[in-house]
């Protein structure tokens, strides 16, 4: 048995100072100080073998943060842990106490295919750290070889003919897939940050900005338009990691599928990732093929959909956890008074308790947001410099 901890963390637009990320938006020497300072204190905390990044647009900046925390956790462990001749220095609790670091680590950093460096128009990657290493090399997801076409069925009463279809050729950042040991298994780890809520407004030709943007002419319907691309683009992202994921099992691989879904739990985009649930009894339901009302699928059909079903989904480490402990602390996210979980970790039935030959269990699931505030805090400004997403952590035991 080995014990594994596996963390989500988006760090909020990490980059060197004095650059133009996003249009007006740079850190001072200073700013940029004190980031990657909380950054590091936060990823000494998390203590996790595996951790997964979103909103990294360099990835020098992210060594330098990983570089900073051994070196502090190096330092904590000559405070804290006994030297060899203290008799008592085998006790456990200086096993809780120790700090592992990153040093001798693995680090993947997945950039932006979009990214091509100009000022104000940067775009960020993911990255995932190892204690344990990769088994293969890490795979980016992005650039679709064959575009994702989503065709629509014409209503009844319309006749036939083309319903129109929507085309995906590129995700808004990459996924990021990596084959991690834990134990005696390998594992697949991916590592994703769908689209986000804000709205995607298209700029006319010859046009400085798209008029959507322009508050002071409010165009409703044109914003609503917006947030329907979006929508339309993480959710058809959600099906790209989700065929990804299938792959995965179907090859009898574990699962482990982390990141920003820019979504909750129930929000479609994320029951694409994690497939549906089973209905509770197919024998009630009309069969597909029913030629009268009493054609319904039999037990054993149902007991094979359900076994079909289950096999490929996906179970919310947090979820596991509430399940656990009764209580439903957990929340990454907060905005306008709304405290919500949008980053999430999600596990394939291998770490199912209700399944008997399961690889592994969760056994705990740490969430860090002390940071968080909805805006009306004093200190939400400096958010910029920290994080506006909470860290969740899945404590695992795998066999």
């Known amino acids: 048995m080995q014990d594994v901890t596996v963390a989500s963390f988006n760090v909020k637009n990490l980059i060197g100072p004095d650059q133009e990320y996003y249009k007006f938006q740079t850190y001072t020497p200073e700013e940029y100080a004190w980031k990657e300072d909380w950054l590091a204190d936060q990823l000494l905390a998390l203590d996790a073998d595996i951790v997964g990044f979103q909103e990294i647009f360099e990835e020098d900046a992210l060594r330098a943060v990983v ?23 085998k006790k456990a609790i200086f096993r809780r106490l120790e700090s592992v670091g990153y040093a001798g680590a693995a680090l993947a ?27 293969d090399a890490p795979e980016i997801i992005q650039d679709l070889p064959d575009p994702l076409v989503i065709p629509f069925a014409p209503l009844r ?30 594992i697949t780890v991916f590592n994703c940050h769908l689209k986000s809520k804000l709205g995607e407004f298209i700029k006319p030709a010859g046009a400085e900005y798209a008029p959507e943007a322009d508050l002071t002419r409010y165009d409703p319907l044109g914003r609503a338009m917006g947030s329907l691309r979006a929508a339309v683009r993480r959710m058809a992202e959600a099906w790209i990691l989700r065929r990804e994921i299938l ?29 549906e649930r089973p209905f509770k009894n197919y024998a009630w339901m009309l069969r597909h093929d029913a030629e ?12 094979a959909i359900t076994e079909a079903v289950e096999r490929v989904r996906l179970h919310s480490a947090e979820k596991l956890f509430v399940r656990k402990s009764l209580r439903d602390m957990v929340y990454t996210s907060a905005f306008g ?13 291998h770490f199912d308790p209700d399944v008997p030959d399961r690889i592994g269990d969760m056994t705990y699931f740490s969430v860090l947001n002390d940071h968080l505030t909805d805006g009306s805090h004093p200190e939400a ?17 795998v066999r």
Do not use: C
């Not at 006749?159 to 390998?186: E, N």
């Not at 929000?267 to 694409?272: G, L, Q």
């Not at 400004?381 to 035991?397: C, F, T, V, W």
């Open 247 to 275: 792959a995965e099992l179907s090859a009898g691989r574990p699962v482990i599928a982390m990141g920003d879904y820019n979504d909750g739990e129930h929000a479609v985009s994320s029951e694409i990732i994690s497939g």
């Open 337 to 349: 008074g709304v405290f919500e979980s949008i980053d999430q970790i999600w596990l394939s039935q």
């Open 292 to 303: 009268h009302r009493a054609d319904r699928y039999s037990q054993e059909e149902n007991d």
């Open 381 to 397: 400004p400096y958010n910029k410099l920290a994080s506006d997403h909470g860290q969740i952590m899945a404590h695992l035991r």
């Open 157 to 186: 009463g319309l006749g036939g003919g083309d319903a129109g279809h929507f085309t995906l050729r590129r995700l808004s950042r990459p996924i990021l897939k990596v084959r991690v040991r834990m134990g005696s298994q390998t």
């Open 109 to 135: 950093f997945a950039p932006n295919s979009a990214d091509e460096g100009v000022p104000g128009e940067r775009r960020p990657g993911v990255a995932i750290l190892s204690r344990l290493g990769f088994e």
């Open 67 to 89: 570089d900073e925390t051994s070196r502090r956790a190096a330092l904590l462990n000559e405070a804290a842990q006994p030297d060899r001749t203290k008799s008592y220095r």
